[in-house]
Structure formats: C-alpha cells, structure tokens
Nanobody, 123 residues
C-alpha cells in the first residue's frame, strides 16, 4: 500500500514557476514508477510526465516538454515536478500516481493516487 500526498500548488502569474512535491509513504517507494497527471475543469485527466523507479528515465507529454521537469529522491520518498514558464492553460489539479513496473502514460495503469494540488495560472 502506498499513500501519496501532493503539495506546492498555488496561484501564480503566467511565466512564473512552481515546484510540486509528492510525498509517499511505505518502504517500497523505490519500487514504483511515478507519474504526474493533471485535470482541468470539464476535461479528462491527462498525462503530464512519468519518472522511472530509479529516476533515470523520464517521459513528458509534448505540451510540457522543455518547461516541466520531473525528478525523485528515493531517500526522501518524494517525487517532484518543477514547472517553469507557466501558461494559463496549465491551470488544473495536479495529481501524482504510483505503479509497479515501468512508466506508463495512461491513468488506469496506475495503482495509487494522491488527492491532488491545485495550480492556477493567471494571465
């Protein structure tokens, strides 16, 4: 069982930056690939990025490449999402998720989810 708690969201102006964190419980955190997803009002949850259990492999949605950076610290049971050059269209609730095995881009592939953290970007 893995419990995930996101933090770091907030209200920022376009062009600003945020760093989201996702703290995980459990001693087997390093066994899990971690994903970040987001969901805007009235839209489906969409894939943002995923990072492998070691942190050595990452994969990004085209819409965030060059602006978002995922990383993890297995000693701290935490995964991070650095978001730069924020745009109003980045406004959404951001979720982290965990799955055993390799990284994946589809939400049903993930076993555990956090409660989400709101990111709002003003123009």
């Amino acid at each position: 069982q893995v419990q995930l708690v996101e933090s770091g969201g907030g209200l920022v102006q376009a062009g600003g930056s945020l760093r989201l964190s996702c703290a995980a419980s459990g001693r087997t955190f390093r066994s899990y690939a971690m994903g970040w997803f987001r969901q805007a009002p009235g839209k489906e949850r969409e894939f943002v990025t995923a990072v492998s259990w070691s942190g050595g492999n990452t994969y990004y949605a085209d819409s965030v490449k060059g602006r978002f950076t995922a990383s993890r610290d297995n000693a701290k049971n935490t995964v991070y999402l650095q978001i730069n050059s924020l745009k109003p269209e980045d406004t959404a609730v951001y979720y982290c998720a965990a799955r055993l095995g390799t990284i994946a881009t589809n939400p049903p592939a993930y076993d555990y989810w956090g409660q989400g953290t709101q990111v709002t970007v003003s123009s």
